[in-house]
């Protein structure tokens, strides 16, 4: 399994306050403890629930954005891979880890999307 991505100081401040990505998060940290196809199962149905729940939460300003939710629905699509792999009784050590590697995709996104914000009153500023 691919490990967390880190996110950086700036974003974990903002993302700290973000309810539904936080129960996300918490959710994700159960499925790197599945062990069987039975949790893996379950972990899987929780976090289809959470990615819901924060899809129809409320986003910070900084991260409503189409980067971040495209990254998103990617994430949800693999998720459901998942769980149809689960239910066909296929392998599922594949499509776990595309899912967690859109779920590193959306963290990174978040380091880009702090990373790479302008002043604006600079760019304005016509002195």
Same mark, same amino acid.
């Given at each position: 399994m691919p490990p967390k991505l880190a996110i950086n100081p700036e974003a974990t401040k903002i993302v700290e306050t973000w309810k539904e990505f936080v129960v996300f998060a918490a959710s994700i940290d159960v499925l790197?403890?599945?062990? +069987?196809? =039975?949790?893996?199962?379950?972990?899987?149905?929780? %976090?289809?629930?959470?990615?819901?729940q924060l899809a129809e939460g409320t986003y910070p300003e900084l991260f409503d954005v189409f980067q971040v939710k495209s990254r998103q629905r990617v994430l949800r699509t693999y998720l459901y891979k998942v769980k149809?792999?689960?239910?066909? +009784?296929? =392998?599922t050590t594949e499509p776990t880890v595309e899912? %967690?590697?859109?779920?590193?995709?959306?963290?990174?996104?978040?380091n880009v999307i702090v990373n790479s914000q302008l002043d604006k009153e600079l760019i304005l500023d016509e002195k």
């Open positions: 790197y403890k599945a062990t +069987n196809n =039975e949790d893996l199962s379950l972990a899987i149905d929780d %976090l289809i629930e959470k990615e819901k149809a792999s689960i239910l066909e +009784n296929q =392998e899912m %967690l590697e859109a779920y590193n995709a959306m963290r990174k996104q978040f």
